[in-house]
């Protein structure tokens, strides 16, 4: 997929059929329900998605899914982290320019390479060396239609292949390359490298842009240490 290779980031439209998304949804929603009734707000993030809801955990197996995996990572990639994200009225706000570069492990184990080290909803999660994020492979799958007026995903194309870059860094490679904004229809998945720059604005007109966002990888890690979600998927063709 050159898009993917050349600029970081790919859009695959009509990923997902509509039954697929409803199936989904019919999962989601009620827990949603639950969870705003309970608190007042509406849930716009669930960040160990397939622990609290196991039963989205098939999608990661999904042909249309495994169909754009599996040609960039091959056959045995898994799903390493599962992020449920929505943008309500109410988490209307802004994300800044940044590169995801984290991985979630089961439990802490000083590795040289790997560091600082942090805790997110009770899961360890480290910064693992550059060549380790460079294997992975993030899918964002969109449950609904997310155009420019509610919040795309931005990204500054060929950012991927730059390694860590500095926030005066980020600046120079806005500045040289400007952005591309990845307005997808439901049912399309959004394909992108750990490494690329990323940020959204505040939707325009706010709504729902619910989005089942999966990484893949396809390695071991080193000194004892386990992906937090291994092999969620892996080895369908």
């Known amino acids: 997929m050159r898009s993917l290779h050349d600029q970081g980031y790919a859009v ?13 949804l019919s999962i989601l929603e009620p827990y949603c329900n ?10 716009h993030a669930i960040r160990n998605l397939f622990e609290v809801l196991p039963e989205l955990s098939p999608i990661v197996d999904q042909p249309g899914v495994r169909g754009l995996v599996n040609p ?20 209307n706000w802004k994300v800044p320019w940044h590169q995801d570069q984290t991985i979630a492990v089961k439990q802490r184990i000083d590795t040289p390479g790997f560091g600082p080290w942090s805790v997110k909803e009770g899961v360890p999660h480290v910064e ?11 899918a964002r799958i969109h449950l ?7 919040g795309p995903l931005r ?3 060929g950012s991927h292949r730059l390694g860590r870059l500095t926030p005066e860094e980020v600046s120079e490679q806005l500045d ?7 307005t997808v229809k439901a049912g399309g998945v959004v394909l992108m490298r750990p490494t690329i720059l990323h940020a959204s604005s505040p939707a325009e007109s706010p709504s ?30």
């Open 34 to 43: 639950t969870k705003q009734s309970q608190t007042g707000r509406a849930v």
């Open 155 to 157: 990204v500054i194309p």
């Open 208 to 237: 729902h842009r619910r989005v089942i966002h999966l990484e893949f990888a396809v390695n071991t890690l080193p000194g004892g240490l386990e992906w937090a979600l291994p092999n969620h998927g892996g080895c369908v063709s």
């Open 176 to 182: 040289k390359h400007g952005e591309a904004k990845c």
């Open 12 to 24: 695959e439209d009509d990923v997902l059929d509509d039954a697929a998304i409803a199936r989904l």
């Open 144 to 150: 609904d239609d997310c155009a420019n007026n509610n």
């Open 72 to 91: 960039i990572l091959g056959r045995d990639a898994f799903a390493v982290r599962a992020i449920y994200f929505d943008k309500p009225e109410d988490a």
């Open 128 to 138: 693992p060396p550059t060549s380790i994020l460079e294997q992975m492979l993030t």
